[in-house]
């Protein structure tokens, strides 16, 4: 496990192209190259250190500055493999994509969101073998439970479901279930892997109940060869931003927020927009209006 954990590396840090997103990031009131030593000129080189110590997780989406259209270009989710991804989820990996520590806080978040509703309705997208939810008790019960995902062994051997979709969102966007049939749908550290976000995110919208909740988790881990071009060239605090984009642009959510829930978060420090935690994690939620 941590062979495999090691090898799904960090993502970059460096983003000269996406300099804007920096801009986006920061309050109002300081230029995008504000940080806390000397001045400096401005330029695209220049974000990272600026964000290092004037924005957490949760700013990221207080007052973000949106774009006035979408920003990304069909270069931005293009990826380094381009081979189906039927190919790559071929065969069965019955092992967590990120460190235990921050399975262990994803659930207990989940304790906490899932609380919310009375037998909440779930889907679980991009799913594997373990959803990570927390086990129902009588004070936590359930309604209907779907996990959709690329690999059917996976998802027979999840016990957190009742139901399993196999389905490349990559190739078909479009879910297969009918307007406002769940009250939750969940992403766990694979919003990095789908190269039509927006498409999905609209989708998301449509079979989420009025006031329901999209809950996507975010990590600092992945598979480089299939992950998005974007996501490799920025940031933990950018990641949080794009993925808040998405929710932006595709309409019919409240304006998105989001939150750090990685183990050891008030101790571990961060470099220029990137947690140096193993084990980091934060969530982007997003409601549907009421």
């Known amino acids: 496990v941590r062979r495999f954990l090691a090898a799904m590396r960090p993502r970059s840090t460096t983003t000269p192209r996406y300099w804007y997103l920096a801009a986006a990031l920061l309050p109002p009131a300081r230029p995008f190259w504000f940080h806390s030593g000397p001045r400096v000129a401005p330029g695209p080189q220049r974000h990272v250190a600026s964000m290092a110590s004037t924005v957490g997780v ?17 270069a931005d989710f293009a990826r380094q493999d381009e081979t189906p991804d039927r190919n790559f989820y071929a065969f069965e990996r019955f092992v967590y994509h990120v460190d235990e520590a921050a399975v262990a806080a994803l659930t207990a978040h989940y304790d906490e969101v899932f609380r919310q509703w009375d037998r909440p309705a779930i889907l679980d997208l991009c799913a594997s073998h373990v959803s990570h939810f927390p086990a129902a008790t009588d004070s936590l019960r359930y309604g209907r439970r779907v996990a959709l995902g690329m690999n059917a062994v996976e998802l027979d051997a999840n016990t957190d479901v009742d139901e399993r ?4 969102l ?25 190269t039509k976000p927006l498409e999905i ?45 998405y929710f932006h642009y595709a309409g019919g959510f409240d304006p998105p927020s989001a939150v750090e829930v990685s183990p050891n978060r008030d101790s571990t420090p961060w470099m220029g927009g990137t947690s140096q935690n193993i084990a980091y994690l934060a969530v982007v939620r997003a409601n549907v209006a009421k």
Request: hydrophobic share 45%.
């Open 58 to 74: 949760a700013d990221v989406l207080a007052a973000p500055r949106w774009p006035a259209t979408w920003p990304y270009s069909a």
């Open 201 to 245: 995110t609209r989708e998301v919208a449509r079979v989420l109940k009025p006031g329901g909740a999209a809950l996507f988790a975010l990590s600092n881990r992945c598979f480089p060869s299939k992950a998005v071009n974007i996501w490799l060239r920025t940031n933990d605090l950018e990641h949080v931003f794009i993925v808040g984009s």
């Open 165 to 168: 979709v196999v389905q490349d």
């Open 170 to 194: 990559n190739a078909d966007p479009t879910l297969p279930f009918e307007d406002a049939s769940f009250d939750i749908v969940t992403n766990c550290v694979s919003i990095d892997y789908l």
